[in-house]
């Protein structure tokens, strides 16, 4: 029986194939919480954000390891995918960068960014 490979075992071809959908999830759950704004569930609103910037990590963790930039080895990388404070103290800086390195590393637009008229991050 083969064994369940998880995130932090794909290799680089995987992990190129693997970014997209975690973008495309993201940019999912930041339309939900523009519509639930909407009508001033203003809560789970924000929870939809959160969710979309944690996305947005596991995204860029993969596009990083996508180009063989090994990230693991970083100090405190994987308490940063097990302590949920930690890691929402970093999305609030995480996410400000987030543009950037999204063109700098020339990341493929999303379903959404290609919607016209659509709300997206």
Request: net charge negative; with cysteine.
């Amino acid at each position: 029986m083969e064994q369940e490979r998880g995130f932090n075992s794909l290799n680089a071809k995987e992990c190129a194939e693997a970014f997209p959908p975690v973008i495309d999830n993201a940019e999912r759950h930041f339309a939900v919480a523009h519509h639930i704004a909407t009508i001033n569930e203003y809560p789970n609103a924000v929870a939809h954000l959160i969710l979309g910037a944690e996305e947005l990590v596991k995204a860029t963790v993969l596009i990083l390891k996508s180009k063989e930039i090994e990230v693991t080895d970083v100090i405190g990388y994987d308490i940063l995918f097990s302590k949920t404070n930690l890691r929402h103290t970093v999305l609030k800086d995480f996410f400000a960068v987030w543009i950037g390195i999204k063109e700098i590393l020339k990341v493929p637009k999303s379903k959404a960014e290609q919607m016209p008229g659509k709300f997206y991050i």
